[in-house]
């Protein structure tokens, strides 16, 4: 599976918005670009995925480059509920993932 | 969204006996469930992938006759811990996705079973 890099911490204010940034340069033509978070004793959750083009839930946005080599989850106006440890994950055929460290967001009232 | 849900959301259990968490897909069918494990201010450990009606896939390193999974039906796996030990003592989180073979859909999570064993 291909490796991902995040920082491991940011910081952010109250309804500002976010940028959290990942490489993972080896990432081949198929694999899928995956982001879940997990807030404190708490399941994972999905926030979305995509492929090459940019994509947009009402959770967030994916800004994914044309390289494919990085990609950026986008949180439009962060809430002291977005405070969590997000995952940045490359989903190969085989459809596991496989958890890195993540980054841990904490929002700034 | 799809919703998982696990039980027991924790437990506590005596050194040598077994223990067993369920966890179900409350309205979808998980062709495939997925077990992690988590320890504190680690990230999650995939143990095992499960789908249903056949055996479960172990990752390297966990072992298949100390960690029982059974996945009997669309909705349901269960993870039994036999033999329970202290270094067993973790956060164990399913997840559940509807899509087999090289599906592409998401996985969702349940809300994770902190078991400790004394």
């Known amino acids: 599976d291909a490796k991902t890099t995040q920082p491991n911490s940011m910081e952010s204010n109250e309804e500002e918005p976010v940028h959290l940034p990942c490489n993972h340069s080896t990432i081949s033509g198929t694999d899928y670009i995956h982001w879940y978070r997990q807030l404190p004793s708490q399941g994972p959750e999905y926030v979305i995925h995509g492929l090459t083009s940019n994509v947009n839930n009402r959770m967030a946005s994916l800004a994914i480059a044309e390289d494919r080599k990085s990609s950026t989850l986008i949180l439009h106006r962060a809430t002291l509920r977005d405070a969590a440890v997000y995952y940045c994950?490359?989903?190969?055929?085989?459809?596991?993932?496989?958890f890195g460290k993540g980054t841990l967001l904490t929002v700034n009232p | 969204g799809a919703v998982v849900s696990q039980h027991p959301s924790w437990v506590i259990c005596k050194s040598g006996t077994s223990v067993k968490i369920e966890c179900r897909s409350l309205?979808?069918?998980?062709?495939?469930m997925f077990w992690y494990r988590q320890f504190p201010k680690q990230s999650l450990m995939l143990m095992a992938t499960?789908?249903?009606?056949?055996?479960?896939?172990?990752e390297q390193g966990v072992e298949k006759d100390k960690f029982l999974i059974n996945h009997a039906s669309l909705t349901l796996s269960t993870l039994t811990v036999t033999s329970a030990h202290p270094e067993d003592s973790s956060f164990y989180i399913c997840?559940?996705?509807?899509?087999?073979?090289?599906?592409?859909?998401?996985?969702?999570f349940g809300p994770g079973t902190r078991l400790t064993v004394t």
């Open positions: 997840s559940a996705t509807g899509l087999a073979g090289a599906g592409l859909g998401e996985q969702y």
């Open positions: 499960s789908n249903e009606g056949s055996k479960a896939t172990y």
């Open positions: 309205d979808f069918q998980a062709t495939t």
């Open positions: 994950i490359i989903r190969s055929s085989n459809y596991k993932l496989t």
